[in-house]
């Protein structure tokens, strides 16, 4: 969710559909669940509201990034990159060696 | 307003009304935007989302570890009513009358239970400020009238309000409260094996009978005295789950498979009235189903609570 919002603000039905976009179809959360999500992200100071509008009758309220929001964010995507490195590193060592280990163990 | 929106919106009364306040017009043009175009009717998976989410709102005013307790002990609970209640519209229909007395006993004592949990999901602020206590007691009294002898009601009452206590008190004074449970609980089982043992010997057959006649005998009397000897295995079984609510994890789990299947079964077998020998057949083909769909049922919603806990927390966190 906060990298749906990392371009900047958006509103509910935009997260959503962002998220399902993000994951390729495999996270599309209930709009219960969105909710409560964005509950707690209110709550934990990571998002806030940004503005209101009204489209075809509907009402939208949009939701962007706080600071501490988007450090958070930083950091996760700064873990996810290190993990993603090791795990490529690792795949390229030699299958031999791990066959071996495996059989030791 | 079409038809899709009224059905979302009555979804959305579940939550609290100073949550709709702020967020109804939202969520409603949301689920609308994710709607398709021909669609009726709400999706299966948005209104289990809506129903668990709003009632994850409305017990917002507890404490986490109370919210999980409060779903564990909800489930349990309805679940155990909900099939004494089964029970007991089956053997009014299979006797056609009212008149017994376990059916009439057991009635209203099973709908206040029923209404305990919704009253912990509904109004959480007036249960966290009267006390559960003074709420189970209005709503028993209310409900059973004057159909209960008033030492049974006011023992049967008690025993809950004493879980919902413990349910809601801190970890310093749960351990007392447990330690008080076995006491009771255990004091209770050996007056209910006290009781088994002298119905037993008490209702010996008369000596002219031979030996298969003196086994049926036997047998007929200890089943008669089943009604009188359930409210033995409650009070233990409603202390253990006292203790349950204290210790959580494993006891909590061995109560719910164990302890509350074998008490519904024998309060299921109870509360026909075994003197009328006809019965007999009805029984066989009644209860035996009843007892098997409690079982299986509980263990259904056990696993479902224990899942949903686990795909909540697990959206929960990957959804950040």
Same mark, same amino acid.
């Given at each position: 969710? +906060?990298?749906?919002? $990392? /371009?900047?603000?958006?509103?509910?039905y935009?997260?959503? *559909?962002?998220? %399902?976009?993000?994951?390729?179809?495999?996270?599309?959360?209930?709009?219960?669940?969105?909710?409560?999500?964005?509950?707690?992200?209110?709550?934990?100071? +990571?998002?806030?509201? $940004? /503005?209101?509008?009204?489209?075809?009758?509907?009402?939208? *309220?949009?939701? %962007?990034?706080?600071?501490?929001g988007?450090?958070?964010?930083?950091?996760?995507?700064?873990?996810?990159?290190?993990?993603?490195?090791?795990?490529?590193?690792?795949?390229?060592?030699?299958p031999?060696?791990?066959?071996?280990?495996?059989?030791?163990? | 307003?079409?038809?899709?929106?009224?059905r979302?919106?009555?979804?959305?009364?579940?939550?609290?009304p100073?949550?709709?306040?702020?967020?109804?017009?939202?969520?409603v043009?949301?689920?609308?935007?994710?709607?398709?175009?021909?669609?009726?009717?709400?999706?299966?998976?948005?209104?289990v989302?809506?129903?668990?989410s709003?009632?994850?709102?409305?017990?917002?005013?507890?404490?986490?570890?109370?919210?999980?307790?409060?779903?564990?002990?909800?489930?349990?609970?309805?679940?155990?009513?909900?099939?004494?209640?089964?029970?007991?519209?089956?053997?009014?229909?299979?006797?056609?009358?009212?008149?017994?007395?376990?059916?009439?006993?057991?009635?209203?004592?099973?709908?206040?239970?029923?209404?305990?949990?919704?009253?912990v999901?509904?109004?959480?602020?007036?249960?966290?400020?009267?006390?559960?206590?003074?709420?189970?007691?209005?709503?028993?009294?209310?409900?059973?009238?004057r159909?209960?002898?008033?030492?049974?009601r006011?023992l049967?009452?008690?025993?809950?309000?004493?879980a919902?206590?413990?349910?809601?008190?801190?970890?310093?004074?749960?351990?007392s409260?447990?330690?008080?449970?076995?006491?009771v609980?255990?004091?209770?089982?050996?007056a209910?094996?006290?009781?088994?043992?002298?119905a037993?010997?008490?209702?010996g057959?008369?000596?002219?009978?031979?030996?298969?006649?003196?086994?049926?005998?036997?047998?007929?009397?200890?089943?008669?005295?089943?009604?009188?000897?359930?409210?033995?295995?409650?009070?233990?079984?409603?202390?253990?789950?006292?203790?349950?609510?204290?210790?959580?994890?494993?006891?909590?789990?061995?109560?719910?498979?164990?302890?509350?299947?074998?008490?519904?079964?024998?309060?299921?077998?109870?509360?026909?009235?075994?003197l009328?020998?006809?019965?007999?057949?009805?029984?066989?083909?009644?209860?035996?189903?009843?007892?098997?769909?409690t079982?299986?049922?509980?263990?259904?919603?056990?696993?479902?609570?224990?899942?949903?806990?686990s795909?909540?927390?697990?959206?929960?966190?990957?959804?950040?």
């Amino acid at each position: 969710m +906060l990298t749906a919002l $990392a /371009s900047g603000p958006q509103h509910g039905y935009a997260i959503l *559909r962002d998220m %399902q976009a993000l994951s390729g179809g495999r996270v599309s959360p209930p709009v219960g669940s969105l909710y409560r999500v964005i509950d707690n992200l209110v709550r934990d100071g +990571l998002i806030e509201e $940004a /503005s209101n509008d009204v489209v075809d009758g509907r009402f939208r *309220r949009y939701y %962007q990034l706080t600071v501490a929001g988007r450090h958070e964010l930083e950091g996760a995507a700064a873990t996810m990159t290190a993990v993603a490195a090791q795990a490529r590193r690792r795949l390229k060592a030699k299958p031999s060696t791990i066959a071996i280990k495996g059989a030791r163990a | 307003m079409n038809g899709l929106e009224r059905r979302y919106r009555m979804l959305l009364a579940i939550y609290p009304p100073e949550y709709l306040e702020q967020r109804e017009e939202e969520m409603v043009a949301v689920l609308l935007a994710s709607a398709h175009a021909d669609q009726r009717r709400p999706a299966m998976k948005e209104a289990v989302g809506l129903v668990y989410s709003g009632l994850r709102a409305r017990t917002a005013a507890y404490g986490r570890a109370e919210r999980s307790n409060a779903r564990m002990w909800s489930a349990l609970v309805s679940a155990a009513a909900l099939s004494a209640l089964a029970t007991l519209v089956l053997t009014v229909h299979a006797t056609g009358t009212w008149s017994t007395e376990r059916p009439r006993l057991f009635a209203p004592f099973w709908l206040a239970i029923a209404a305990l949990p919704a009253l912990v999901v509904f109004a959480p602020r007036v249960v966290r400020r009267l006390g559960v206590g003074p709420v189970a007691i209005a709503v028993a009294g209310l409900v059973s009238g004057r159909s209960v002898p008033l030492v049974q009601r006011t023992l049967l009452v008690a025993v809950v309000w004493f879980a919902f206590v413990v349910w809601l008190t801190p970890t310093a004074a749960r351990i007392s409260l447990r330690a008080a449970s076995v006491i009771v609980g255990v004091g209770a089982g050996l007056a209910g094996a006290a009781k088994v043992h002298s119905a037993m010997r008490w209702s010996g057959p008369p000596a002219a009978y031979r030996a298969p006649a003196r086994a049926g005998y036997v047998l007929q009397n200890v089943f008669q005295d089943v009604p009188t000897l359930s409210k033995w295995i409650w009070i233990p079984s409603l202390c253990v789950l006292v203790i349950a609510v204290c210790t959580k994890g494993t006891v909590a789990i061995i109560y719910g498979f164990v302890i509350v299947p074998l008490a519904l079964a024998i309060t299921a077998l109870s509360s026909v009235p075994v003197l009328d020998s006809s019965l007999w057949g009805v029984q066989m083909f009644v209860e035996v189903p009843i007892v098997s769909m409690t079982v299986a049922g509980l263990a259904a919603i056990l696993g479902t609570t224990l899942t949903m806990r686990s795909d909540h927390r697990a959206v929960d966190t990957t959804m950040r």
